[in-house]
């Protein structure tokens, strides 16, 4: 019994954890980090900034969860795209529309507009570390698409840094108000992107 | 005489201040914009700080400048490179060429790496209306791409906004004692950013 509520009000935790994230994430949208105050964070969630608190210890610990929540996302989408059985040049435009859904959105996309260096060096290398397993997790999908003659052989570190750099790079100018859905990019960017690394038969 | 003498030390003027955007840029690329002093900037010059100020008002004037040069010689490529008489496929990767080579070199590569948020908003505006400048020159290029059918039909727009998000984000990644020079991050994103435009024949 006592089990269970402790697994209850861990979720309750959680939950709340998740909300003050979410609100965190659009203050720093809003404001940039330096910007955005932890009153405004509270505020948003009619919390009191002592009560925020409670969850984390400061504004630079929700940057870290933040960041750390949109890796393991990011992670996730990559390896399950790259299990799948489907041809390289079809996971390569899932992925790249699974990291702009990711990006852009509410709660995430905020992390991505955001610079790490605000964050304490040991969790700017684990942030770092999951940036790189990303990466790893694309540059591989490239890899067995020429391995299965999909792509034309092409140097796929530099092939994943450009498509990287091309998604990464939206966070600077999307505007959720703009005329461009999320979908609409992505299905432009898949076919740019992609079709480069197509062998021309 | 007169005039010539005036003439004569303008000269000196101007290539006194070449040099110190030079050693700012470098400074600026070491320890970033915040971390990055105006003595570091004069030291490395042998000048003095109070020399230096003769030149430039503070940090962020400097910054103003290299970022207005650099903005500067890439829409002067970009525009020169859109009147060449070579099919626009050839335009667009001798422009991503030249971008790479303006950003990844010494003096002007510093200016992006550098945020322009901490320049006065009525210097930002003139530094964005530059970079927009120089986007939209890009994406006259593939306009015209499309229109000669050496492009498939796409949004001109987004495919300028993929390629300048490859090309800018070298920045966050090249290293001069990594193992590409520019000219082979050249050649191949300007073979996977094109390809992915050309008509399918």
């Known amino acids: 019994m006592v ?15 998740r909300e003050i994230l979410r609100s965190a994430a659009a203050a720093f949208r809003r404001r940039g980090f330096d910007g955005a105050s932890v009153e405004d964070i509270a505020a948003g969630l ?53 990291q702009l859904r990711c990006m852009l959105d509410e709660l995430d996309g905020a992390a991505a507009h955001l610079e790490v260096s605000a964050l304490p060096p040991a969790r700017l290398d ?3 570390a999951k940036r790189d397993r ?13 391995r299965s003659r999909v792509f034309t052989p092409c140097d796929a570190k530099l092939a994943a840094l450009a498509i990287l750099g091309a998604v990464n790079w939206t966070a600077k100018w999307y505007r959720p108000d703009g005329p461009l859905t999320v979908e609409q990019i992505s299905a432009e960017f898949g076919r740019i992107l992609v079709q480069g690394l197509l062998r021309r038969t």
Chains 1, 2 share one sequence.
Not at 134 to 143: D, K, L, S, T
């Open 134 to 146: 990303y990466e790893r997790a694309m540059r591989g999908i490239v890899e067995a698409g020429v």
């Open 46 to 98: 009619g919390m009191t900034k002592g009560n925020l608190y409670y969850y984390f210890k400061d504004k630079r610990e929700i940057l870290y969860f933040c960041q750390d929540h949109s890796a393991d996302r990011m992670i996730e989408e990559a390896e399950r795209i790259g299990r799948l059985r489907v041809p390289a040049d079809e996971k390569l435009r899932r992925l790249i529309g699974a």
């Open 126 to 128: 684990r942030i770092l």
């Open 3 to 17: 089990q269970k509520l402790n697994g209850r009000s861990r979720d309750r935790a959680l939950a709340r954890k």
